[in-house]
C-alpha cells in the first residue's frame, strides 16, 4: 500500500505518466482504461520504457512544468498559513501539493485533446490531403496489403521479391496508419514501378480511409482472425471492414486468403482466392519445413517448380506462391523471382529463429490472433527438439469471446504435446488452463508471475537442444 502511494510522488511520476499516454498512442479511452486500474505507476513500464519525440517530451515537460507550479503554490499557500494571512493555510497548502497526482494525470488529457483539435488535426488534413494526391498521381503499381494478421510478413515478401526485376518502394516496418502513409509518400519519388502499403485497421470504416487516401490498384487480403475486438461488435463487422477494399480495388485484382476467413460472407465475384493447396490455378505440394528453411513445389498444369526460403512454417506457403503469381503478373522472369523468394526471411519477432545456449528458440511475440497461434503449434508439433516448451501470455483485444478464445487456445496447445507450458500470470491464464485440463494435458505447467523476468533469463531456463516457441507479448497496459 505505502509503495503504490510512494510512486504518485516519486520523480518519475511525470515520465510514467507520459509514457503511459505514449503507448496508448494518445487515444483517450484506453489511457484512462490504464490510469484507472494502474495501482503502482513505477512498474507501468516494465517492457517497454518512455521514447523522445517532439510531442511526446513537450507533454513530459508540460507536465513537470505543470506539477511543480502546483507545488511552489502549494508552498506559498503554506507559508501564508504560517504567517496567518490565511487561516489553515498550511492545511490547503498541503493539500495542493498532495494533489497533484489526482489532477495532471486527467488534466494533461484535457491539453492533449486541445492541442488534437486545434493544431493536430489541422495539420493532418493537410499532410493527408498532400499524401493523397501523390498516391492519386503515382504511376506505379499500388498494393494494398490488408487482414487481422500477416500484414507486415506479406509486404516484405513482395518486396523482397518484386525488388528483383522492378522499382519498388514499401511501407516502412508495421507503420499502417493514415499518417504514417502521408509521412510515407513524401519519400515517394515517382519513379517507382510498385508502392506497397499496409493497412491497419482497428475499428470500422479503417480499410475505407485508408483506400481513399492511398488509391490502391491490387489488394491483398491475408487472413481474418478476431482482433480488435473491443472496437468491432462481432468478427463478420470486421470481415465486412477488410471487404470494403472492393469499393476501391476491382474485385478481379482482390486476392483473399480463403483458409481464415468469415465462411457465411458472399464474396465479390470474380476475386481470386488462395489457400494452403493452392493460389488460383497453381498448385502448392512437397511442403518441408526444417528450424530454419522451407522448400514447396508450385505446379501450374505439367510444369513443376522448386522454392526455397528462409522463412519457416507451413502457412506462410501460400503467401509467397500468391507473391510468385503477382510478381508473374506484373512481368519478373521465373529466375529473378526464385532468387528474391530464396531472400525471404522472417520479420522480426514473427517466426524467427534464432540459437539460444545451444537451445532452437522461435520468437513469434508479435503474434497476437488465434490464427497464428495454429499456426506455430502445428510448426511446433513437427519440429523436433530434445524438450518442446511453449511460452505465452495470451491474445489482447479478444472482447467478449476472450474466455473461449482463450479456453480454445489451451486445447491447441494440449494437443501439439509440448514438454512445458510456461504461462504469464495474468487476466487470461486460467481459461488457457482450463483448456489444457480439458484434453488432459500431461506436460510441466508452469505459472511465471514475472514476465520480464522470465524473458531476460532465457538462457538459464533452456537446454542443449530444446525447441522453444515463444507466441505473443503483452504490452505495459494490459494486466
Do not use: C
Request: aromatic share 10%; glycine share 6%; hydrophobic share 40%.
Amino acid at each position: 500500500m505505502f509503495k503504490n502511494l510512494f510512486s504518485l510522488y516519486r520523480p518519475s511520476f511525470p515520465r510514467n505518466i507520459a509514457y503511459m499516454l505514449q503507448a496508448s498512442e494518445y487515444d483517450a479511452i484506453a489511457y484512462l482504461k490504464w490510469l484507472n486500474k494502474t495501482k503502482d505507476f513505477s512498474r507501468v513500464s516494465s517492457r517497454k520504457q518512455f521514447v523522445k519525440t517532439k510531442f511526446s517530451s513537450a507533454l513530459y515537460y508540460i507536465l513537470v512544468f505543470g506539477i511543480v507550479i502546483q507545488i511552489i503554490i502549494g508552498l506559498v499557500v503554506i507559508s501564508l498559513g504560517f504567517s496567518h494571512k490565511i487561516i489553515g493555510g498550511q492545511y490547503y497548502g498541503a493539500a495542493v501539493i498532495l494533489s497533484y497526482p489526482l489532477i495532471w494525470p486527467y488534466l494533461i488529457l484535457f491539453i492533449i485533446e486541445l492541442a488534437k483539435y486545434f493544431v493536430i488535426a489541422p495539420r493532418y488534413r493537410v499532410l493527408v490531403s498532400q499524401a493523397e494526391q501523390v498516391f492519386k498521381s503515382h504511376p506505379g503499381k499500388v498494393i494494398a496489403v490488408l487482414g487481422s494478421y500477416g500484414k507486415t510478413s506479406m509486404k516484405e515478401f513482395l518486396n523482397t521479391v518484386l525488388s528483383e526485376g522492378l522499382k519498388v518502394a514499401a511501407s516502412p516496418a508495421n507503420k499502417n496508419v493514415a499518417l504514417s502513409h502521408a509521412q510515407f509518400a513524401k519519400s515517394l519519388k515517382g519513379n517507382e514501378d510498385v508502392v506497397i502499403v499496409e493497412f491497419g485497421e482497428g475499428k470500422n470504416g479503417d480499410i475505407a480511409k485508408l483506400a481513399k487516401l492511398t488509391h490502391p490498384d491490387i489488394a491483398v487480403i491475408t487472413g481474418l482472425a478476431p482482433v480488435h475486438q473491443d472496437h468491432y461488435k462481432n468478427l463478420k463487422q470486421q470481415a465486412d471492414d477488410l471487404l470494403s477494399i472492393k469499393e476501391f480495388v476491382e474485385p478481379k485484382n482482390i486476392y483473399l486468403n480463403l483458409d481464415n476467413f468469415f465462411k457465411d460472407i458472399k464474396l465479390p465475384n470474380n476475386i481470386l482466392t488462395f489457400s494452403d493447396s493452392n493460389v488460383g490455378d497453381i498448385k502448392i505440394g512437397n511442403v518441408e519445413v526444417s528450424f530454419n528453411k522451407t522448400t514447396f513445389d508450385l505446379i501450374k498444369g505439367k510444369n513443376k517448380s522448386s522454392f526455397k526460403t528462409n522463412v519457416i512454417g507451413f502457412h506462410q506457403v501460400k503467401y509467397l506462391a500468391l507473391v510468385y503469381l503477382l510478381a508473374s503478373q506484373l512481368g519478373l522472369k521465373d529466375s529473378e523471382i526464385r532468387k528474391g523468394i530464396a531472400k525471404t526471411k522472417a520479420f522480426s519477432h514473427r517466426m524467427e529463429p534464432y540459437v539460444l545456449n545451444g537451445a532452437k528458440i522461435i520468437d513469434d511475440s508479435y503474434n497476437g490472433n488465434i490464427e497464428g497461434i495454429k499456426a506455430g503449434l502445428n510448426l511446433l508439433k513437427r519440429l523436433a527438439g530434445k524438450r518442446k516448451i511453449y511460452v505465452t501470455p495470451g491474445l489482447v483485444d479478444q472482447g467478449k469471446d476472450s474466455k473461449l478464445i482463450h479456453h480454445e487456445m489451451g486445447r491447441l496447445i494440449a494437443k501439439a504435446n509440448p514438454d512445458i507450458v510456461v504461462l504469464m500470470d495474468n487476466s487470461t491464464t486460467n481459461s488457457i488452463k482450463s483448456g489444457l485440463e480439458d484434453e488432459k494435458f500431461k506436460g510441466q505447467l508452469i505459472i511465471e508471475d514475472k514476465p520480464l523476468d522470465f524473458y531476460n533469463n532465457l538462457g538459464v531456463f533452456v537446454a542443449q537442444d530444446d525447441l522453444v516457441l515463444m507466441q505473443n507479448d503483452w504490452p505495459d497496459n494490459y494486466k
